[in-house]
């Protein structure tokens, strides 16, 4: 008799699941996906330490493509973890902090949201590193923005971009410098950028742009050298 209940209780489970399964699917992950707590600033807390790390994660709970804050937060984490717990190093502390900025745009044109993660990730070599992952999101559109969309078709902004985040990294560093053009006019050297309503922000890892000891890198330049070009 329970045998045929349980039957039945399944079947039945069943069928209403063809209705409750893709909406349950299509559920955007959240902070507890992640293990995280959510504050009282609305910003996702995710700490964990053990005996051969540590890692930290924050970020704003309130970007509007929750899947792709979900899957580089989790494959940041996981990632590093599996480094660390692999690492047959005995008595070494491995650290990740991670941190989610956000910025946002109201101009002409389109409203944007963009949240930019701040790396920092000790994995035991000659010394650590410093990385940035921005997304970017279309919020009229509903769709995300990348280094290729932010831009009319057929544009050319790098010649006139390149220049400026040349001057700044100078000024920054207090030395002459010079981008290789394979640099400064290759669009995936500005694949990280935030949008606000007077500049682009854009930003370089350790090594991207310029040797590895002048760190990370953050160059803004104004909208009203490119507006005309943005999408």
Known sequence: MRVVTAAMTLAALAA?????????????????????VVDGSQTCQIKRTEAGYA????????????????????????????????SGQPGKSYEL????TKYSSTAPKRATQSMVFKTFQDVGGAHPQTFYKSLNWDVDGRKPITIDSLFVPGAQ???????????????????????????????????????????????????????????????????????????
């Open 16 to 36: 209403v699941g063809l209705s409750t399964v893709p909406a349950a699917l299509a559920a955007p992950k959240t902070c507890a996906n992640l293990s995280g």
């Open 97 to 100: 902090d991670t941190a989610g």
């Open 55 to 86: 890692l930290n994660i924050s970020f704003p709970v309130d970007y509007p493509d929750q899947q792709s804050v979900f899957d580089y937060v989790s494959q940041t984490r996981d990632g590093f973890v599996n480094v660390a717990n692999s």
């Open 157 to 231: 902004p790098f010649p006139v971009i390149a220049p400026i985040v040349q001057g700044e990294l100078s000024r920054q560093s207090g030395l002459p410098l010079l981008l290789a053009p394979g640099v400064g006019l290759d669009p995936s050297t500005y694949q990280n950028f935030a949008i606000t309503n007077d500049s682009l922000i854009f930003f370089f890892g350790q090594g991207e742009v310029l040797p590895e000891s002048a760190g990370a890198l953050q160059v803004t330049v104004p909208r009203a050298a490119v507006d005309a070009m943005l999408a």
